[in-house]
Nanobody, 125 residues
Framework: QLRIVESGGGLVQPGGSLRLSCEIS????????IAWFHQAPGKERQGIAC????????NYVESVKDRFAISKDGAKGTVFLRMNSLKPADTGVYYC??????????????????WGEGTQVTVSL
């Protein structure tokens, strides 16, 4: 069973940056695709970025491409989401999820097999 804990959220001004961390533990987490999901206030949760188990294929939704970067430190069991040029529309809860048997290069997962509890990001003056 996987355990996932997100951190790094907070309040940031428009145009600012944050780095979210997703700490994952469990015997087989290295074999999972890891994805970040964003849930804006009053909206459904949406996958925005993923990274494959080897850490060499990433994928992003159009709205965050060129602003966000997902990366992985396998030795530390951590996946990061670097968020630059943040906009008020990026406000919401960010969740990290692990998805088994998913080819990240084919698209962002729409669900996960294991989830963290999320971290709040607020982009505001």
């Amino acid at each position: 069973q996987l355990r996932i804990v997100e951190s790094g959220g907070g309040l940031v001004q428009p145009g600012g940056s944050l780095r979210l961390s997703c700490e994952i533990s469990g015997d087989t987490w290295q074999f999972y695709t890891i994805a970040w999901f964003h849930q804006a206030p009053g909206k459904e949760r949406q996958g925005i970025a993923c990274i494959n188990n080897f850490g060499d294929h990433m994928n992003y939704v159009e709205s965050v491409k060129d602003r966000f970067a997902i990366s992985k430190d396998g030795a530390k069991g951590t996946v990061f989401l670097r968020m630059n040029s943040l906009k008020p529309a990026d406000t919401g809860v960010y969740y990290c999820a692990a998805r088994n048997l998913w080819i990240c290069s084919n698209g962002i997962p729409i669900d996960g097999d294991a989830w963290g509890e999320g971290t709040q990001v607020t982009v505001s003056l």
